[in-house]
């Protein structure tokens, strides 16, 4: 990056300019748009075209925010799609309610039906929430097909109203097209907004999420809610477009085509399902000479979306984006950066972390047993033992990643016993794992500005994007990485990763930070540099619970040590005496 694209004063990053200018050439571009679609004067199979392009768009963008940004599958799309355009139709031509009335009860149905999924269903996961939605789809069909009192059943709805405003073809396109730039705009800026920055740490890692302050499952029932509101959106301005809807339109089958285009453009980007969905509905139409063969046409349709999901796995603007590094967009780094400052809180007493009768069975194993520890303010305390003694399973119920079998935690005098990992986080908990969790798709400056949007974190102003950016730049800047903010996860050394969850939990200013082996993997070097660092760290005055293998660095940093063997304390106290206990070296160095 030149020196020019530097912000000159951190004033000036903290005073960006409004939104709406900022972004005035894509709303001017949009009016032309607009403006071409309404006075161009389309015959009516391109009308028809454009018009299914435009509304099946929106319902694809909301798969672009429920896959591709958080990472969930939904294959009942059509269902929601169903919901805007059923709304629209039956309340128009059967009930002569007012398009508006009728297009906001679509979406507020499908948004509540996506929601009430979501929350009955996001905790499985996986091929359960696949499972669960084709079920849903299937349910929606057969009431499309069945209830005829409301749906007409197979002969479906016709005679659909349009809005007064647009009463003609060619202005009801422009009216779409407009709806289409405007939902385009706000999933465009999802992802840089703390929910889009939310939902795509939960699609790189649940577990990494939760103790950085996420709460994952309602995250993941937002991104399914506004992918439904969007299917729900862009069926209500179809039924609109066409004036005739029946069940067939919104079948099983449908959400697949809705799938495909999103994967076929890239799923990650409205860019992508805008390509995908003019593709899949442009394809059909430019292989129709070859429907006089029978089969030919669906051979060669089905090959051609093969070829690009296997060889373009990001579908196509993931294609161009991976090739031309300068589509991906880069946030402006101060010239100057910020000391990091760490303020941790202090509610309790002298003991901000007591921990008692802590157990963790799993079956028959008993990996932490009845197991005590006391973390003194402001000290580094040191968890030690051999492999598979127990610590890193302490480290994930303290967490709240595993549900403690017996015994309390006491954060800064706070009972988080039986908190979720995202609360603990709130309450001042921080961590870093043995084997790295970072959010693979992101920039080091946007994993660092997750951490620092924790809950409860009081050092980031107002919490709006200038103050995180600010905050998460000290942060890395602390580290060493601050010229490299804006590079992606993967281009930095396994180290260097290390650095970078590290920066991510001090960004949070976390009231106690729990290091799981940060120096494992790095080489003689690097293991100095930490060193160094933990030793800035703790000069702020931040409470360290580290786990660490390197007994020089242990009995140098640690003022206190609690040593597990076989899920057991075996010594506790200040550092010298209990690395001269008996049963400690004897459980490090054996017997004899
Ligand atoms: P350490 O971090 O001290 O090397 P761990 O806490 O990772 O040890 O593991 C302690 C013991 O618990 C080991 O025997 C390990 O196999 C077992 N263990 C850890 N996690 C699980 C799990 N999720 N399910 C079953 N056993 C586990
Ligand atoms: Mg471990």
Redesign the pocket.
Known sequence: MSSTEHVQTIEQLARPTPLLIRHSPYFIGAAIVVALAASASFDGYILNILMQATTFAIAVFGLSVVLGLCGQINLAQAAFFGFGAYAVGIGTADYQISYWLCLLAGCIMALLAGAVLGMTTLRLGGHYLAMVTISFQQVVTLVMINAIWLTHGPDGVGKIGRPALFQSSQSYLAFCVAMLALVGYLVWHLPDTRLGRAMRAVRDNELAAGVNGIDVFRTKIYAFAICAVLGGLGGGLFAGGFAYISPDQFSFAESIVFLTMSLLGGVASPIGSAIGTGLLILIPEWLRFLKSVPGLYLAIYGLSVILIIRYMPDGIWGFVTTFFDRFRRKVKLPAEGLPLVLAPAKTGGEMVLEVTGLAKH?GG?K?VDDVDIAVRRGGVHALI?P???????TLNVLSGLYEATAGRVLLDGTDVTTMPPHLRAAAGLGRTFQNIRLFRSMTALENVIIGAERPGNTLIGNGGEAALTLRAMAALAFVGLGPRANELISSFSYGHQRLIEIARALAANPTLLLLDEPAAGLNSTEKLELHELLKRIAAQGLTILIIDHDMTLVSEAAQHITVLNFGRRIADGESMAVLRHPDVVSAYLGTD
């Open positions: 799993f194993l990996a033992g492999n598979g003694s127990g610590k890193t399973t």
